[in-house]
Antibody, heavy 116, light 112 residues
Framework: EVQLQESGPGLVKPSQSLSLTCSVT????????WGWIRKFPGNKMEWMGY???????SYNPSLKSRISITRDTSKNQFFLQLNSVTTEDTATYYC??????????WGQGVMVTVSS | QITLTQQAESLWVSPGEKVSITCRAS???????????LSWYQQRPGQTTKALIY???IRTDGVPTRFIGSGSGTEFTLSIEDVQPEDIALYYC?????????FGAGTKLELK
């Protein structure tokens, strides 16, 4: 069974970088697409970006040059880095797989608070 | 970017009833391949987010047949027939026709 699990610090200081890991079991990240989505307080959802089976990436323009998604195929993990965070980046962050069905498997999500 | 509007913030339903959740797009979600790039998701506390429907009407594996996706162009509906207590959740639509992919604001299904 495909499983995704997010991990990373739950608290980040403003202006610092947020770094999260998505560990995948039951399926190789060298197939299909692997993305990050976040849910803000108040329930608004935002697609952040994805990394493809080949390692190419696509990002939400709203995140401009702050975002980077990378991977380690040997560990079957992919990563999110979001730079220069502000309190507006406080959210629950999810990783998810896309096949023919978008985001068909999700992780449980990790809550990240940006606060000094 | 494409805006998705889920008009109802909350809907109240009794077990056994049918309920419909609507999602309106700011432009057509029909692609040249004849498919609509609209999906539906369910979020329940303590559970992973569940993909219900993609391409507007195709159920993902294991989704009960009481979940029905319909619609075309800019108007889409997720219907739940014979609502079960475990269907009480937050439901989102998502468009993947154009980047950035965008979600609706969500509709919370609550028990009467």
């Amino acid at each position: 069974e495909v499983q995704l699990q997010e991990s990373g610090p739950g608290l980040v200081k403003p202006s610092q970088s947020l770094s999260l890991t998505c560990s995948v079991t039951g399926y190789s990240i060298t197939s299909n697409y692997w993305g990050w989505i976040r849910k803000f307080p108040g329930n608004k959802m935002e697609w952040m970006g994805y990394i493809s089976y080949s390692g190419s990436t696509s990002y939400n323009p709203s995140l401009k040059s702050r975002i980077s998604i990378t991977r380690d195929t040997s560990k079957n993990q992919f990563f999110l880095q979001l730079n220069s965070v502000t309190t507006e980046d406080t959210a629950t962050y999810y990783c998810a797989r896309t096949t023919v069905a978008p985001f068909d498997y999700w992780g449980q999500g990790v809550m990240v608070t940006v606060s000094s | 970017q494409i805006t998705l509007t889920q008009q109802a913030e909350s809907l109240w339903v009794s077990p056994g009833e049918k309920v419909s959740i609507t999602c309106r797009a700011s432009q057509s979600l029909l692609y040249t391949d004849g498919k609509h790039y609209l999906s539906w998701y369910q979020q329940r506390p303590g559970q992973t987010t569940k993909a219900l429907i993609y391409h507007a009407s195709i159920r993902t594996d294991g989704v009960p047949t009481r979940f029905i996706g319909s619609g075309s162009g800019t108007e889409f509906t997720l219907s739940i027939e014979d609502v079960q207590p475990e269907d009480i959740a937050l439901y989102y639509c998502l468009q993947t026709l154009k980047k950035p992919y965008t979600f609706g604001a969500g509709t919370k299904l609550e028990l009467k």
